[in-house]
């Protein structure tokens, strides 16, 4: 008899458990943060991909979401075309615009850290367009967005679904030949080439795949708020936090990115409710300071002394209780 695979059991309890936690947590701005919890953990499943499978660093997540929250909402507002056709185009732009930096990174031969000093700079350019360009985006001032899902209940559960959807596609994935040629490329791309993986055209569509992924959840993250605005896709507020996201919860697992988001929005949450305490204490003149000076060091450690994660720590505690229990029960029977 074939077992179901373990990833089945996991996608099921992040669904099971989303879908309860409005009936514990009944407030309306806990239903507001839960939803962006579930909107960075998809932010957090793109990079995984770019950054997880193939070493492709991408630190412009936030510039990738703006295109596709402007691009979608845009599109929607000047051709009174409903948000949900929109939001594949903006998908696409976003993922086109991945492929690009994909294909030149992958052509040069760029190394991660090279990869991560040339998205920085689009990140700089691209949050730089949105304030400039007012003819198209109204700049700093911004403007409302509306029509995709009002109800913040059903939004919420629609989160939840695509969310599903993604993480069942992104086992699939993992485990097709596209997964293990992404695998190769991550080991060594000298040794994925001599075995007949084609580096660049995976690379691309890795980067693809991720751009798309971020533009959806680029455009879900201001419907979700109602509004857009240049400040929503800075660097501070959206790829330091995915970065130490995707690190913290777990590279290549397909739990890291949701445990990874949730753990970090809380730990901003209470830094941001009890903060202030600290802020006398340290000589500190503001929260965002402190949110800054917290989750760049957090990043700093993260990097250097943490090589798996949560989850695959918790994998492998649960994997070695299971060998000890097997050895005490051969033991016992013998």
Known sequence: MIGVHPNYYKIAAVGIAFAIAPFVFTAMYQLR?????????????????????TNQLFLFVGGLAGVGGYATSLLAINYDITPWVTIFAGAVIAGLIAVIVSYVAARRDMTIMLIAILTMTLQLAFIEFFGGA???????????????IEDPHVFYYFLIAFLLAVMLGYHFMINSRMGFAFNAIREDELAAEVVGVDVVRYKVLAGFVTG???GVAGALYV??????????????????????????????????????????LVLEELVRDYGSELLETLGITAITELRLILFGSLLIVLFLYTKEGIVPWIDEQIHERDLKSRVRGLRDGS
């Open 212 to 214: 798309m992924l971020i």
């Open 33 to 53: 943060f839960m939803s962006i919890i579930l909107v960075f953990a998809l932010f957090t499943m793109g990079l995984n991909i770019a950054f997880g499978h």
């Open 223 to 264: 419907y979700l708020e109602g509004f857009i605005l240049p400040g929503m896709f800075q660097f501070q507020r959206i790829d330091v936090l995915v970065l130490i996201m995707v690190v913290l919860g777990g590279m290549r697992t397909i739990l890291g990115p949701v445990v990874g988001a949730a753990a970090v």
């Open 134 to 148: 007012r003819w198209l985006t109204q700049g700093t001032t911004g403007y409302q967005v509306t029509g995709l």
